[in-house]
């Protein structure tokens, strides 16, 4: 690392806000390139993170930076309603065409938290009413109106005291008791729940909708029964309530189908996407059916840099790579071959407990191998030696104790090897480390 990076990495915490610059692992880079990192240490990385689940077609992949820059040729900025431009017409015909059910009508924004603030304004305004109910251990933004529904960890409300919202359990299919069956336990908890929720703490007819992630993203990559998400559904329509899918983590191929909507077959009423849709490009949607969207007036929300041209030259680009490359399919037998092998390596490692995976969305629990509880000073133990044998992978769950392999679509089994191969040595390393002491 040279003198000016030297300066630069040691001043980071003076010019960077910590609550951003304080990340795992702050590794420094000069070029991306499809699974790589490469390093301003010379080295090549493999990124099982792709950049939290956003760049599913890789980093650059070179239809994507074709369209970037065609794009800038022509125009670097809207706003849309001012303006209408090619790109964002095109991506709003396409997205159409595979989004589940009849959500056909779009307000782009910039970022996840943006795409669920206007999910709950859109509910609240059409319904006229006030609540929200999300999950215990849901993530869905930092911003207030996505704070107010977020619950995977205290401290992102301390002191902040975000309202609006009831909180009730997502499906734990572990916690089912023994000898009972774990789809139909979660599914009878959740029924309670609905109804405790009703008869303590706020009546149906004050809530608008419920906001799930059909995936559990940093909560923990909790994949619930296909049964326990079609009760959601149900309850909300016994109920009178809007279903609010939030699929910004899990949407543009990652479980395998476009939207997890579809992997569970489930359609909401309302959806969040964001993350892989233009492939790091800041862009965002609000998805509604066009009968929903029209209730919504001029005015009452709006956007100076959401649906940006050259972002959504780059959506429609990733729209093209993952139909012609084939991915959703490639997300399917990768993800099965890596949750395959994670498997045999977890039976040769007693600091591994749970495997959780759908598609290329796979969190893997590491856990005291003497106890058996959540570790996440091992985790950040074995985060830190991957990296240092050439592999990067990021961390999740409630309690920081699950590792998240979120790779691009484009991955390939060679290179699933390669990564699991290096996560296993690092396992290795820190077990002898442990047993020394």
């Known amino acids: 690392m040279g003198n000016d990076w030297n300066h630069l990495v040691e001043n980071m915490s003076n010019r960077l806000a910590p609550s951003m610059a304080k990340d795992h692992p702050n590794l420094p880079v000069v070029k991306e390139e499809g699974c790589y990192y490469y390093g301003v240490d010379g080295r090549t990385y493999l ?13 650059r992949h070179p239809k994507v930076v074709e369209a970037i820059k065609e794009g800038a040729d022509q125009l670097g900025h809207g706003p849309s309603g001012v303006i209408i431009y090619e790109s964002i017409l095109k991506l709003a015909d ?35 009413r006030p609540y929200i109910v999300s999950f215990i251990g849901g993530f869905h933004g930092r911003s207030m109106g996505a704070l107010s529904v977020t619950s995977s960890k205290s401290k992102y409300r301390k002191f902040l005291n975000p309202t609006g919202s009831y909180q009730i359990p997502y499906a734990q299919v572990e916690d089912a008791p023994e000898g009972t069956d774990p789809e139909q336990y979660v599914v009878q908890q959740l029924e309670k729940d609905f109804e405790r929720l009703f008869a303590h703490q706020v009546t149906s007819d004050e809530v608008a909708a419920v906001l799930v992630e059909p995936v559990l993203g940093e909560g923990g990559y909790i994949v619930p029964p296909k049964a326990w998400l079609q009760k959601v559904r149900e309850l909300c329509d016994y109920y009178g309530l809007l279903l609010i899918f939030d699929e910004v983590q899990t949407g543009f191929g990652r479980t395998g189908e476009w939207f997890a909507s579809q992997t569970f077959d489930v359609t909401p009423d309302i959806m969040a996407i964001a993350k892989g849709i233009a492939n790091g490009m800041p862009l965002s949607a609000t998805v509604a059916p066009n009968a929903l969207m029209k209730q919504w007036p001029l005015g009452s929300h709006a956007t100076t840099f959401g649906g940006n041209p050259i972002a959504c030259s780059a959506a429609n680009a ?26 045999e390596i977890k039976g040769r490692h007693q600091s591994i407990g749970r495997i959780r995976s759908v598609g290329l969305m796979i969190g893997i629990e590491i856990v005291d191998p003497v106890t058996g509880k959540p570790n996440s000073e091992g985790l950040f133990n074995v985060l830190d030696k991957a990296l240092e044998n050439g592999v990067l992978f990021y961390f999740g769950g409630n309690q920081t104790e699950i590792i998240r392999m979120i790779p691009p679509l484009t991955i390939s089994k060679e290179q699933i090897d390669e990564s699991l191969k290096m996560f296993e040595e690092a396992l290795t390393a820190y077990e002898e480390e442990i047993t020394v002491y």
């Open 318 to 343: 990733v729209l093209d790579v993952i139909q012609e490359e084939n991915l959703l399919e490639n997300t399917k037998e990768a993800g099965a071959y890596a949750a395959e092998k994670l498997q």
């Open 47 to 59: 990124d099982f993170t792709s950049g939290i689940a956003t760049t599913n077609v890789g980093h």
């Open 94 to 128: 396409r997205l159409a065409e595979i989004m589940p059910g009849d959500l056909d009508c779009f307000f782009f924004g910039n970022s996840g938290a943006e795409a669920i603030e206007g999910a709950i304004k859109l509910a609240k305004h059409v319904t006229e």
